[in-house]
């Protein structure tokens, strides 16, 4: 039987066929799913997904978007604040203004 390794959309692949890599070998077979989060929408998040889409905003900029980057920076009382589209761009720009190289 071949071994069976979880895909980001929760189907199973070979292992076997994951570039070759042997590191692979012996992970169990997909069973069930892991839930990262649900998807939920509470209160106004529907009003404000849909008002995106109309004013073709579905974008890491807008007026959503600045409104809640002005809120985060008052809440925390900084002058600014930078809404970001995922943890890996959260990570990268910590890593940039840290100086790496």
């Known amino acids: 039987m071949t071994t069976k390794i979880p895909t980001v959309n929760g189907s ?4 076997d066929n ?3 890599d042997s590191r ?3 992970i169990k077979a ?3 799913k ?5 998807p939920t929408m509470h209160g106004e998040e529907l009003f404000f997904v849909k008002e995106a889409i109309e004013t073709n905003w579905v974008s890491t900029i807008g007026k959503n978007i600045n409104e809640l980057e002005k809120g985060v920076a008052k809440y925390l009382g900084m002058k600014d ?3 970001l589209s995922c943890g890996t761009a959260s ?3 910590c890593v940039k203004l840290a100086a790496e190289r």
């Open 12 to 15: 199973c692949v070979d292992a």
């Open 18 to 20: 994951i570039l070759g």
């Open 24 to 26: 692979f070998n012996g």
């Open 30 to 32: 997909c069973e069930d």
């Open 34 to 38: 892991v839930w990262l989060s649900s």
């Open 81 to 83: 604040a930078v809404a």
């Open 91 to 93: 990570l990268h720009m």
